[in-house]
């Protein structure tokens, strides 16, 4: 099995900076990818950002410029940095972690509000 577990949300104003942390830890083998998906309230799970172990990254539009993923492979760890943060970033976050196999797992969620 496979733990995932996210951290550092919050509530920020608008403009604002905010971090997330993302531990995965038990039976991990290979890692292949990590990286943080949201749900905004009324919309679909989106991607925000991924990187690969490779340190490849992927970013939604939206986020370019503004996000910033990382990972620490020896740790199992993802990072998102978010500046410039905006009302619309208002979502439940979620990390997830895509192992060998093509298997996935995912955290519990971090709710991360922007306030106007």
């Known amino acids: 099995q496979v733990q995932v577990v996210e951290s550092g949300g919050g509530l920020v104003q608008a403009g604002g900076s905010l971090r997330l942390s993302c531990a995965a830890s038990g039976s991990i083998f290979s890692i292949k990818a990590m990286g943080w998906y949201r749900r905004a309230p009324g919309k679909q799970r989106e991607l925000v950002a991924a990187i690969t172990s490779g340190s490849r990254t992927n970013y939604a539009d939206s986020v370019k410029g503004r996000f910033t993923i990382s990972r620490d492979n020896a740790k199992n760890t993802v990072y998102l940095q978010m500046n410039s943060l905006k009302p619309e970033d208002t979502a439940v976050y979620y990390c997830?972690?895509?192992?060998?196999?093509?298997?996935?797992?995912w955290g519990q969620g971090t709710q991360v509000t922007v306030s106007s």
């Open positions: 997830n972690v895509e192992v060998a196999g093509n298997r996935n797992y």
